[in-house]
Every structure is written in structure tokens, then in C-alpha cells.
């Protein structure tokens, strides 16, 4: 079992429709990150949470500690929206290795 | 206002050749990473080096190798390339000593071993 696990794997909605990515961890973290991968390969880093909730735009992602469990809410969605979302989070081991999602491949329909 | 540079978005290569994959960040950065991205697995760490000439052996750092003579520039070397190294490679940096620091990646180097 992945330490990270996302969901749904893939996504496709239409134009205007409220999203939700899950993120699902299992280990003790200092910090998650949502990062958003278009077509292309660059990424881009969304959001970095430790608690709480954080928005930005149309973009909302929280997180649970005691469930080990984060979202991230796209609001009014856009084709532009399309690409793949990645949650990836810093154990609190000490180190600065990172542990990734596999993603989730998000397609919105215009 | 790029941040993380990586030298070529589009690589390819021949079985045997010696690839070097260039990243520069601009950001006075400690810490770089090398990533390989392939479909079904996500990110997987090759290589991380925490300052100037000092490096930490990721995940899967078989048939790799790295080098950072400064601290802007972290390259990934490909000794002697074979097709299971035909991947997506992306660059990132953080700054060190701040748990809750954010990440920067390169835009990507599709890499492809022939």
C-alpha cells in the first residue's frame, strides 16, 4: 500500500461543477503539498498546508492531521482547470524527502 | 520570472551514450532533487543534494549519478543510458531549514533512450 493515496484517479466534469481531489496519508507529516501538472510536464505547487484550510481563487485545500486526510475543492470549474493534481507530503522522519500521490488526472468539458 | 531551469524540455539519446540533464535555480536554494516521473508510479526521488558538493542517494539511484559544483546548478548524469531510463525528469528546490517551505520545479525533461 501506497504511503499516499489519491482520489479518484481520473476526473472528467463539465464546465462550472464543483470538484473535490482527495489525498489520503499514512504517515506523520509536517507538511502537504497540492501541485497541479499540465500537459507539458511542468509543475507548479498549489498549496502548502500544515493545518486548517487555505484558498486561493476558486482553489480551496484543507487538511486533517488527526485523520491524515486533505482535499483540494476546485469551485466554478474551467477547461483551463484540466491537468493532473498531485498531493505530496514532508514526513516529520527529519529529512526533506518527499512522498507523492500518483496522481489524479482531472479533464473539465467545456 | 523562472525560478527552476532545466536545460532541455525534449531528449533524445542513444543506448550506451552518457546523458547529462542540466538544473539552475535562481532562488539561492539549499536543497535540489532529482525526480523521475513515469505513468502509474508518480514521482520517484533519484537524487537529492542538500548543499554545494554534498549528495543523499534517493529511491532509485541506479544507473545515475549527479553532480552540484554550485549551488544554483544540481546535474543528473546518465553513465551510460539504456531505454528503462526513457522517463520524464524534473527538477525541484526548497530552502533548507524551513519544514514548511515551498517547492519549485522545473517545467520537465521528456527524455528518450533509443
Known amino acids: 500500500k501506497n504511503e499516499v493515496e489519491q482520489s479518484p484517479q481520473n476526473l472528467t466534469a463539465q464546465e462550472g461543477e464543483f470538484i473535490t481531489i482527495n489525498c489520503s496519508y499514512s504517515?506523520?507529516?509536517?507538511?502537504l503539498h497540492w501541485l497541479q501538472q499540465h500537459p507539458g510536464g511542468g509543475i507548479v505547487s498549489l498549496f502548502m498546508l500544515s493545518s486548517g484550510k487555505k484558498k486561493h481563487g476558486r482553489l480551496i485545500a484543507t487538511i486533517n492531521i488527526q485523520e491524515k486526510h486533505s482535499s483540494l475543492h476546485i469551485t466554478a470549474s474551467h477547461p483551463r482547470d484540466s491537468a493532473v493534481y498531485i498531493c505530496a507530503v514532508l514526513p516529520t522522519s527529519g529529512t526533506y524527502k518527499y512522498i507523492f500521490g500518483t496522481g489524479t488526472r482531472l479533464k473539465v468539458l467545456a | 520570472d523562472v525560478k527552476v531551469t532545466q536545460s532541455s524540455r525534449y531528449l533524445v539519446k542513444r543506448t550506451g551514450e552518457k546523458v547529462f540533464l542540466e538544473c539552475v535555480q535562481d532562488m539561492d536554494h539549499e536543497n535540489m532533487f532529482w525526480y523521475r516521473q513515469d505513468p502509474g508510479l508518480g514521482l520517484r526521488l533519484i537524487y537529492f543534494?542538500?548543499?554545494?558538493?554534498?549528495?543523499e542517494k534517493g529511491d532509485i539511484p541506479e544507473g545515475y549519478s549527479v553532480s552540484r559544483e554550485k549551488k544554483e546548478r544540481f546535474s543528473l548524469i546518465l553513465e551510460s543510458a539504456s531505454t528503462n531510463q526513457t522517463s520524464m525528469y524534473l527538477c525541484?528546490?526548497?530552502?533548507?531549514?524551513?519544514?514548511?517551505?515551498?517547492?519549485?520545479f522545473g517545467q520537465g525533461t521528456r527524455l528518450t533512450v533509443v
Open positions: 543534494s542538500y548543499d554545494v558538493k554534498m549528495k
Open positions: 504517515v506523520g507529516i509536517s507538511a
Open positions: 525541484a528546490s526548497t530552502k533548507r531549514g524551513l519544514a514548511h517551505t515551498e517547492a519549485f
